[in-house]
T-cell receptor, first 116, second 112 residues
Framework: DSGVTQTPKHLITATGQRVTLRCSPRSGDLSVYWYQQSLDQGLQFLIQYYNGEERAKGNILERFSAQQFPDLHSELNLSSLELGDSALYFC???????????????FGPGTRLTVT | GIQVEQSPPDLILQEGANSTLRCNFSDSVNNLQWFHQNPWGQLINLFYIPSGTKQNGRLSATTVATERYSLLYISSSQTTDSGVYFCAVERVLTGGGNKLTFGTGTQLKVEL
């Protein structure tokens, strides 16, 4: 158990819908990261938050957004869903602030999203 | 961006055999991690190894940062070692953030 929790574990929804994925980081970790794993793109970084502020952005679609709350949990919102958004979405956390040295990232169990 | 290549892409072993997985990366990095993704999709941390050598049971890893590669050794393989092994590298970004860039993985199957 990495200490990172994600809900829900599975999500099945229709095209055009909107969903919210939730992540709680390990105790003491201020950085939260979101990654997407799909068959054709592999594991790709989406976005990083540190203590409530966006720190880095990857190949995240405009239809996707995220935020980190004062209690440090994070949510990833996916809207106007398309079939191609079906993937495993991981949240990770670390102690890294990103400004100097980096620390180990620990991954949650993932949310498997199926868009039909 | 930084490129991460893993080899071999697929590997089939008999139980008890040893293997070496390789990860090459195209630029200097602040961090390198090895993960095992089990058949249920869970990503399990194996090593945090930006440089040097570490051992954990039957697994060990070596990163030679100056030559931009890392090796993961699996000894006396067991069927529970099956899954995908990922190497991921990390750099501090210009804007102050950081991210992991993953390789495409090595799919390992250990047979009885």
């Amino acid at each position: 158990d990495s200490g990172v929790t994600q809900t829900p574990k599975h999500l099945i929804t229709a095209t055009g819908q909107r969903v919210t994925l939730r992540c709680s980081p390990r105790s003491g970790d201020l950085s939260v990261y979101w990654y997407q794993q799909s068959l054709d793109q592999g594991l790709q970084f989406l976005i990083q938050y540190y203590n409530g502020e966006e720190r880095a952005k990857g190949n995240i679609l405009e239809r996707f957004s995220a935020q980190q709350f004062p209690d440090l949990h994070s949510e990833l919102n996916l809207s106007s869903l398309e079939l191609g958004d079906s993937a495993l979405y991981f949240c990770a956390s670390s102690r890294t602030s990103g400004r100097s040295r980096v620390h180990e990232q620990y991954f949650g169990p993932g949310t498997r999203l199926t868009v039909t | 961006g930084i490129q991460v290549e893993q080899s071999p892409p697929d590997l089939i072993l008999q139980e008890g055999a040893n293997s070496t997985l390789r990860c090459n990366f195209s630029d200097s990095v602040n961090n390198l991690q090895w993960f095992h993704q089990n058949p249920w999709g869970q990503l399990i941390n194996l090593f945090y190894i930006p440089s040097g050598t570490k051992q954990n049971g039957r697994l060990s890893a070596t990163t030679v940062a100056t030559e931009r590669y890392s090796l993961l050794y699996i000894s006396s393989s067991q069927t529970t070692d099956s899954g995908v092994y990922f190497c991921a590298v990390e750099r501090v970004l210009t804007g102050g953030g950081n991210k992991l860039t993953f390789g495409t993985g090595t799919q390992l199957k250990v047979e009885l």
